[in-house]
């Protein structure tokens, strides 16, 4: 038998022990139990919970703790005790990572190789890329707003795969955080876009119009505003696009259009307010005239009020376009029986094949209330025309074939309607001046209608003459600061209103009575002006004297330098920069001028007509750029997506023209593709494909500025 205290043989344990060994035994488990006892205290005491699993990667290089009752987070690399609350997130520990100067060892998994642009033959710069989630969720956020993408589209499986494939570090946010990330940029935007206008030294026009979505059936208010800026060069930005509950009474928008001017600041900077042609428009201008200071307003709001141009140019065309309505239906019935359905256009296209046609362009039905889609639509159906007649032969459901009449007189209609549309491209343009042109085409469209009036056939003739009473009805007299655009261009001042005035008025007396007014309108204006630049000037040297007080004991010439621009901005001295300018020789109506910078060249030589220039030349004469928006929230507010917010929808719509604008200031024109929405998409090798033709005069009616304008137009009166 083994002593007490030795192994057994077998080696199967401890079989005997002595007392000594038993008491060590039993201190060394008391001791290990008082250690896990002190542990387990300073894991309650000392270490915060950890039962919720931390997702971030900061904290694979910070240990969370509790100090003095307060959580923080301890960088194991310098031992920096920051912040550790649930609500502060990881955003600085992230930057602490990335900067702490006692991390040796650089986590690489978030790095990769990327090339910079070649700088010389042969030669490449390689670079570490750091990934950044929060500039990834950024732009996202801007992809969805500048391309109209849905709000959904981050929890598409699709989407997701793609996303993780190119970055499986990145978590691709929800739609609420998405929509979150969204009305930030909003935010963001919103104020660069107000500061724009606050330091703006010029004027600025609006432009406002309603819309009513047909799938919310919600009305909402565009305002855009216009202003030429320090360079030079015209700007555009949507202030808002807002919801305007109903009813919408001309006392509800006036509220809704004040509030906005006051909101942003601009309220005593507005130069016009241009909106279409209906009651409701007229007695709003009224209400908006008296809540707004007078004495802030360009002769005190007398020409506050501008009306559509476009507008007006479509009352006219469509009051003679009923002249010949029967004819224009039976070519409108004739297009749509042969495009409705895909067999007769089948049978359409062969017809023309066996005839020859050298054409390529495609059929489509126009928009009653649009005349310029019924002026592409004519243009197009003439072309088809042996076509029309040899299938009335072969199919006896064909029954509206337009008489050789009304083939006639569509020829001569699309001939003559040919100026209007050029004009109403010209009107809507938003990417240069627009002011200064419309006398000449107001002129050009009162000549052709005059000759049309002569015209040995009747049904033209009618036709003129109603055009003639609409177009008297609005342009009668001209908008006084349209004639002061037509004298502030050099290629026209007053020579054109002595030239064109006595053949749209009739008699010489009229018309040198109008030029005188026109005259008198220019003086007064230009005294407005003159009187607040002497009010700032004093104004700028009074706070100029205070702060040089003290260097000047005398005060002998003090007073200098406000006796001499007294002295300079006397009422002769004055009349003479407007009277120079008006005695110079008119520049030849020929050339391409770029009147922007003709104007920001001779600044210098006539600095109160440059003033008057930049104020007047940025008022636009038509509210495309408000409507053109429309279609943006058409396609927005689709009939599946009709549930987005109001709010969301301004934050969309808003944002995007704000980035576009920015996109566009930095990119060239071969990268404009950059900022289109998912609205067009074909092959490349359908350009020359003829039913891309019909497209694109489908899309002229939202891509082309002339003829955006007519998204929503309608017969307003």
């Known amino acids: 038998m083994g002593k007490p205290g030795n192994v057994d043989e077998e080696g199967e344990g401890i079989i005997g022990c002595d007392s000594s060994n038993t008491q060590t035994y039993a201190d060394s488990n008391q001791n290990a139990q008082e250690d896990q006892q002190t542990n387990t205290n300073q894991s309650h005491d000392d270490l915060v919970d950890k039962k919720r699993k931390f997702t971030s990667p900061a904290w694979e290089h910070f240990t969370k703790l509790k100090v003095n009752g307060e959580e923080k987070a301890e960088c194991i690399y310098c031992k920096t005790k920051l912040g550790a609350k649930s609500k502060n997130g990881t955003k ?44 990834s969720r950024h732009d996202l956020a801007e992809m969805v707003i500048v391309h109209e993408y849905p709000l959904s589209m981050v929890e598409h499986h699709g989407f997701r795969k793609f996303v993780g494939s190119l970055q499986p570090f990145f978590k691709v946010p929800s739609r609420n955080t998405l929509k979150s990330d969204i009305l930030k940029i909003f935010e963001y935007e919103k104020q660069k876009t107000m500061r724009i206008l606050e330091k703006n030294s010029s004027r600025i026009a609006i432009t406002t119009d309603m819309w009513t979505s047909s799938n919310q059936k919600k009305g909402f208010m565009a305002i855009t505003t216009h202003f030429i800026d320090d360079n030079w060069e015209m700007q555009s930005r949507i202030m808002r696009f807002i919801y305007v509950p109903c009813p919408h009474t001309a006392e509800v928008l006036a509220n809704v259009l004040y509030e906005s001017l006051c909101d942003w600041n601009i309220d ?79 049978k359409f296209e062969e017809a023309s094949r066996h005839l020859a046609i050298p054409s390529s362009k495609k059929l489509f039905l126009d928009c009653k209330t649009r005349w310029n889609s019924t ?36 020829f001569n209609i699309c001939q003559k309607l040919k100026v209007f549309h050029d004009v109403t491209e010209l009107f809507s343009g938003s990417k240069y001046p627009t002011a200064n042109i419309f006398f000449k085409s107001v002129y050009e469209i009162k000549f052709v209608l005059d000759k ?21 009805k609005y342009w009668s007299i ?64 009074f706070g100029r004297s205070r702060s040089n007080n003290d260097k000047s004991e005398s005060g002998l010439f003090d007073d200098y330098s406000s006796y001499v621009a007294e002295e300079n901005t006397s009422s002769g001295c004055i009349r003479l920069e407007l009277d120079h300018y008006l005695e110079e020789k008119v520049c030849s109506p020929n050339i391409d001028l770029d009147i922007l910078a003709w104007w920001k060249t001779n600044g210098m030589k006539y600095p109160i007509l440059q003033r008057i220039a930049r104020d007047v030349l940025a008022i636009p004469i038509t509210t495309v750029a408000s409507e053109s928006s429309f279609s943006t929230s058409g396609r927005l507010v689709s ?64 891509r082309n500025d002339g003829l955006a304008l007519f ?5 307003k009166q």
């Not at 009306?307 to 007006?312: D, K, L």
């Not at 030239?499 to 005188?516: T, V």
């Not at 998204?711 to 017969?715: H, R």
């Open 92 to 135: 600085h520990l992230l930057s602490h990572m990335n900067n702490c100067k006692k991390r040796k060892n650089k986590d690489i998994r978030q790095q990769v190789l990327s090339m910079n642009q070649i700088k010389t033959p042969g030669q490449s710069d390689l670079s570490c890329y750091n990934f950044d989630a929060d500039k």
């Open 268 to 346: 005593r900077k507005v130069s016009t307010v241009t909106v279409d042609n209906c009651t409701t428009n007229d007695l709003l201008i009224h209400l908006l005239l008296d809540k707004l200071s007078l004495g802030d307003l360009i002769l005190g709001g007398r020409l506050f009020h501008m009306r559509c141009c476009a507008h007006i140019l479509n009352l006219i065309v469509q009051d003679g376009l009923s002249v010949i309505a029967e004819g224009i239906e039976r070519i409108r019935d004739s297009v749509g029986f042969w495009t409705a359905t895909p067999k007769r256009y089948e």
């Open 375 to 410: 002026y592409l639509m004519l243009n197009v159906a003439i072309i088809y025309k042996e076509a029309f007649k040899r299938l009335k032969q072969r199919d006896a459901q064909y029954k509206s074939l337009p008489t050789e009449k009304d083939w006639e007189l569509a």
């Open 452 to 472: 049309w009036s002569q015209d040995k056939e009747e049904v033209i003739k009618e036709m003129a003459n109603k055009m003639i009473i609409k177009y008297d």
């Open 478 to 541: 001209i908008h006084g600061f349209m004639g002061v655009a037509a004298i502030l261009d050099p290629r026209y001042k007053l020579s054109i209103m002595k030239f064109s005035f006595p053949k749209l008025y009739g008699s010489k007396d009229d018309a040198d009575a109008e030029i005188e007014n026109h005259r008198k309108f220019m003086y007064e204006l230009f005294e407005d002006y003159k009187t607040n630049a002497n009010e700032n000037a004093r104004n700028h040297d």
């Open 639 to 702: 009939p599946h997506r009709s549930r987005l917010h109001p709010s969301t929808l301004e934050a969309l719509m808003c944002a995007q023209s704000w980035l576009i604008n920015e996109i566009r200031a930095t990119c060239s024109r071969e990268t404009e593709a950059y900022c289109k929405t998912i609205e067009y998409d074909y092959d490349d090798g359908d350009e020359n494909d003829g039913d891309m033709v019909v497209d694109k005069n489908r899309k002229m009616l939202s």
């Open 711 to 715: 998204l929503d137009m309608g017969m």
